[in-house]
């Protein structure tokens, strides 16, 4: 983002997921990092960390780590996001690529994030197929569509020299080629804020122009049509369905409307099963540590039982029952593949490195596990101590009330009692006197 001085605006965003994997890497004093300024490489080693004395930042990740570049014999401070554990073979002062700042930044998608409907095609865990199976669709159906007059409005953005006043009318402008834009560079992270995009453009249409306008129902027809094409296995041709939809009223086109609340694979954690929190902890972990050319290392050594294809299938088929299970199964692999190399060969440093980062990168993720756990046999143990001192309270209520019921017993015989003797010593003296 653009550096700015106005007050009440943040000065940068941190993507939640990055800023999460960031934080698990649990940077400590002595780890060799790396990060990506102004097009180069940098390498230093963490010199110490620092959460206290930050003044209004007092406590948090931000600027916690100081760092000493190899290039530079004074230490800078820096936050946890702007770094990550040292590529193996990565040297000081080199010149990045365009692919190394694509996988600096990488967004990793989640399944949960772009559901596929019944009948779609089999991508296992593949996530990036079951975007690009939705973005692939609708890209046919906004070039079908873009060679339709009638829907010229649509397909750029709108031109303010014509329209003065939309900047102030519509706060969030959309159109079709912003919108294949931003498929192009995958701008979407969910099936949800591609849906939401989509519908600003009815939404926007029904601000600006009269609600019954012929330009405002055009937009409905279009969110309606694109909708149809991403919740359809085998979508007809957009054109023709855009063309079929003049046939229903304007009140029945409501996709523009739909209530698309972000419920699908955003839940809190407090929400979501222990099970899978902590299987989507080590899934992004793996994405992170295990790329193709670590996995490649690994599958050199074949004669072991358990290789890595097998390990993250069977973490797939939840065999391993926590975190703990699949980092001993990937050590395991790591060591019995060290055995092979001389120490000073390059894939047995490779591999030690390897090693490390995975230990790092799981530990956090050990650590929430056993808490969670924790925190469960407590709210385990709290709900029992609940149950058992309501349990008391009722027997110890019904035993007052049983008491108490005896004791309004006895002062009614003792008060029938006491009432008699009144009345008989009322009588005898009334006697005596006669």
Known sequence: ?????MNNCPDFIVLQQIYDNSVNYNFAPGVDVEALID????????????????GEYNGSQLNSIEIKWEND???EKLSPWELQPRTPGRRNDTLSTAEDKELFGTYVV??????????GPDVGRNTELAREYFLGKLNSAIQQLNRLPLLSPFQHPVNLRSFPDYADRVAYPIDLQTISERITHKYYRTLIHLKKDIQMI???ATKFNQRASEITVDSK??????FHVLDTVNPPNASDYFYSLEEKPPSELTAYEQDLSLKIGHESTGNRTHRNVWMGDCRTACSQVLNEQAKELLRENEEEENTIDEILKNFEAKKYKSPNELLNALTELIQSCLNSYDRRHAKHRTLNTLNQMLD???KPIIEKFNRMANERTNNRQKRAAAINASSAWRNGHQQFKESTSRNRELRTRKSNINGEQIMRRSSRHHQEKT
Request: hydrophobic content about 35%; cysteine-free.
């Open 360 to 362: 790092n990168t799981f």
């Open 221 to 226: 027809r279009l969110v309606q049509t694109l």
């Open 1 to 5: 983002m653009v550096h700015h001085d």
């Open 110 to 119: 989640k399944m949960e994030d772009w559901p596929l409907p019944t009948g």
């Open 39 to 54: 097009d180069r490489w940098w390498i230093g080693t963490i010199q110490a960390r620092e959460f206290e004395r930050q």
């Open 202 to 204: 009815a939404v926007n």
């Open 73 to 75: 014999p004074t230490n």
